[in-house]
């Protein structure tokens, strides 16, 4: 098992930054791949970035990709999505993943965190 918790999250104006984290327990983050999802007010989760076990593989959704980054420190057990130039329809739930491969698709990741809130306001 592996347990994931996100922090970062919080209330910024458009235009503004944010990094979030995901911390992971156990001795063998670094075999996992991860990923970040969101999921804004009345819409389905969305991925946004992914990123595969060692970091050569990096996948974002086309609305992100000129402004958010994500990365990993596999030492500190922790996965990071820096968000810059945000906008309000950036404004959601966002979640930490992991699994066995970096995909765009949610079905495919096993653990999940509990999610920490990002309000853009315009």
């Known amino acids: 098992q592996v347990q994931l918790v996100e922090s970062g999250g919080g209330l910024v104006q458009a235009g503004d930054s944010l990094r979030l984290s995901c911390a992971a327990s156990?001795?063998?983050?670094?075999?996992?791949?991860m990923g970040w999802f969101r999921q804004a007010p009345g819409k389905e989760r969305e991925f946004v970035a992914a990123?595969?076990?060692?970091?050569?593989?990096?996948y974002y959704v086309d609305s992100v990709k000129d402004r958010f980054t994500i990365s990993r420190d596999n030492a500190k057990n922790t996965v990071y999505l820096q968000m810059n130039s945000l906008k309000p329809e950036d404004t959601a739930v966002y979640y930490c993943?992991?699994?066995?491969?970096?995909?765009?698709?949610?079905?495919?990741?096993?653990?999940w965190g509990q999610g920490t809130q990002v309000t853009v306001s315009s």
């Open positions: 990123i595969s076990w060692r970091g050569g593989i990096l």
């Open positions: 993943a992991a699994g066995d491969r970096a995909t765009m698709k949610s079905e495919e990741y096993d653990y």
């Open positions: 156990g001795r063998t983050f670094s075999r996992y791949a």
